[in-house]
T-cell receptor
């Protein structure tokens, strides 16, 4: 069965520290992988996506993610977190038909 | 670009009534729209896929008679929660796909439904 697991429900990091949010997936075919961010009152915003090619994907707001097929992972990273990065982050897997399966989400808090 | 709006942003209704939620793509045409439901501190659950001019495709376990979806134009899809009950209280989110490329969805801000 297709699924996405985000092992960390809540993460707190200090402003300026590095960040890594974990995402593992189970998918029968070559997956399309996404990271979205959800802030209160705003729709989900696409941070980055991986379809094929270079396994290190650069996104907006300084985020990047690395696709590791052997580990079925697509972890999100940022070298230096800003207070405005506090939000809910969702990893998702999809296909060409557009259907997305979301992980449970990771809530990120940023300490001053 | 690629803005999706939802109306209303929040609605409170009495049990037994019906509520309509609108999803609009403001600056692009969306042949496909999706409807999701999000419970507190939970993931988004796909409810149905809405294609302009055809019947919606519902995910397993979603009652099509309770959650009526209409995609009457390339910029508007509506979700009607019929005979709402307190357990239908949730956050409903739509997304739209621009043109024929279905790999990137643009999400609306969501509608908070509370059924008393």
């Amino acid at each position: 069965a297709q699924s996405v697991t985000q092992p960390d429900i809540h993460i707190t990091v200090s402003e300026g520290a590095s960040l890594e949010l974990r995402c593992n997936y189970s998918y029968g075919a070559t997956p399309y992988l996404f990271w979205y961010v959800q802030s209160p009152g705003q729709g989900l915003q696409l941070l980055l996506k991986y379809f094929s090619g270079d396994t290190l994907v650069q996104g907006i707001k300084g985020f990047e993610a690395e696709f590791k097929r052997s580990q079925s992972s697509f972890n999100l990273r940022k070298p230096s977190v800003h207070w405005s990065d506090a939000a809910e982050y969702f990893c998702a897997v999809g296909n060409q038909g557009g259907k997305l399966i979301f992980g449970q989400g990771t809530e990120l808090s940023v300490k001053p | 670009g690629a803005v999706v709006s939802q109306h209303p942003s929040r609605v409170i209704c009495k049990s037994g009534t019906s509520v309509k939620i609108e999803c609009r793509s403001l600056d692009f045409q969306a042949t496909t729209m999706f409807w999701y439901r999000q419970f507190p501190k939970k993931s988004l659950m796909l409810m149905a896929t809405s294609n302009e001019g055809s019947k919606a495709t519902y995910e397993q376990g979603v009652e099509k008679d309770k959650f009526l979806i209409n995609h009457a134009s390339l910029t508007l899809s509506t979700l009607t929660v019929t005979s709402a009950h307190p357990e239908d209280s949730s956050f409903y989110i739509c997304s739209a796909v621009a043109g024929v490329r279905t790999d990137t969805q643009y999400f609306g801000p969501g509608t908070r439904l509370t059924v008393l």
